[in-house]
């Protein structure tokens, strides 16, 4: 396959890895190809050491914008892009040398790929053997919602995207949500796929990234307004998957509260966690996808949001 290719690179203060993802990019086998480096304002040495790179290998181009946040800043490159398929690298990791080619050879004349990474942070695969294969994009929103994998369908860093199905449907990364982003992309990408494959090889190289929400200093207030508003467009989106039992969605949802809520408790204090438990229970009946937001259809959830500054405690006494 002779298609050109555009890989964005988002870039942040991002001196200590940089070199080391943009090694691995030029390194890449397969010619025809351009990399689109966004330097989100960068207040650190990146902006040189990306520079640098450019003037060695004319396939990487260098652009700095107003620091807008990684949303803005893939929306940009995309902007930027020339190619018929889009990848997604961020500035921590790296790649293998046969990313586009083996991607390319797997993707054939599907939508969207689906492939797995590697990283010494997680237990083997990240992507279970028994969902590698093509789906029918019904048959691939029944799996996701009853066999949930955040590798298959949050992250954009192990997919290819075909050019065409994003600037036909104007899709960009919701720039107004702080957590949620990639998944809601993605979510609106594949309404627009009639076909997506997942395979399992390892073409990405994760990095464990001390910006992610378990790490994240931000009150767990503001985090849980960021996670409601990405709900509520989760939500809308899928309002249009008339094929898709609501439970089944509505089911996702509440676990991906139940989540994120557990990580929450571990980020505050008895006093957040009783104003937390108040909010969420103003917020779960607008983001239930169950008719009338019926309570008792939401037994378990609403149990444990009510029980939360007993778990917060339960949780301290066991710490000591």
Not at 68 to 89: E, H, L, P
Not at 95 to 105: A, F, G, W
Not at 169 to 183: A, H, I, R, T
Not at 286 to 301: R, T, W, Y
Request: hydrophobic share 35%.
């Amino acid at each position: 396959m002779d298609k050109l290719v555009s890989i964005i690179v988002p870039v942040y203060n991002k001196q200590e890895t940089i070199v080391k993802c943009l090694n691995s990019l030029a390194r890449i086998s397969y010619e025809k190809l351009e990399i689109i480096i966004v330097d989100d304002g960068s207040t650190d040495k990146s902006s040189e050491l990306c520079q640098k790179q450019c003037i060695k290998n004319k396939k990487f181009k260098y652009f700095r914008k107003d620091n807008g946040g990684v949303s803005s800043a893939r929306n940009y490159g995309i902007k930027k892009a020339n190619g018929d398929f889009i990848f997604f690298v961020d500035a921590d990791d790296s790649v293998s040398s046969d990313i586009i080619s083996e991607s390319l050879r797997c993707l054939c004349e599907n939508d969207c790929l689906v492939f797995s990474c590697y990283s010494e942070y997680l237990d083997g695969n990240v992507i279970d053997s028994s969902l590698c294969k093509t789906y029918l994009i019904d048959d691939f929103f029944d799996v996701f919602f009853n066999k949930y994998n955040s590798y298959v369908m949050n992250t954009p860093w192990n997919k290819v995207y075909r050019s065409r199905i994003i600037i036909e449907n104007d899709l960009k990364f919701d720039e107004s949500l702080n957590l949620g982003e990639d998944l809601c992309f993605n979510i609106d990408y594949y309404l627009h796929c009639n076909n997506v494959k997942i395979i399992n090889t390892q073409l990405y190289f994760y990095s464990y990234s001390e910006s992610g929400l378990t790490n994240c200093k931000r009150n767990v207030l503001d985090l849980w307004k960021s996670e409601y508003k990405s709900l509520k467009k989760i939500k809308k989106i899928t309002t249009v998957l008339n094929k898709i039992d609501s439970g089944v969605i509505n089911n996702y949802i509440m676990i991906r509260i139940k989540k994120v809520l557990s990580i929450y408790l571990d980020k505050c204090n008895f006093k957040e966690s009783i104003e937390l438990r108040k909010v969420v229970l103003k917020n779960i009946k607008s983001i239930s996808m169950c008719k009338i937001g019926s309570i008792l259809a939401n037994l378990k959830i609403y149990i444990y949001i009510f029980l939360l500054p007993e778990i917060y405690l339960k949780n301290r006494m066991k710490r000591g």
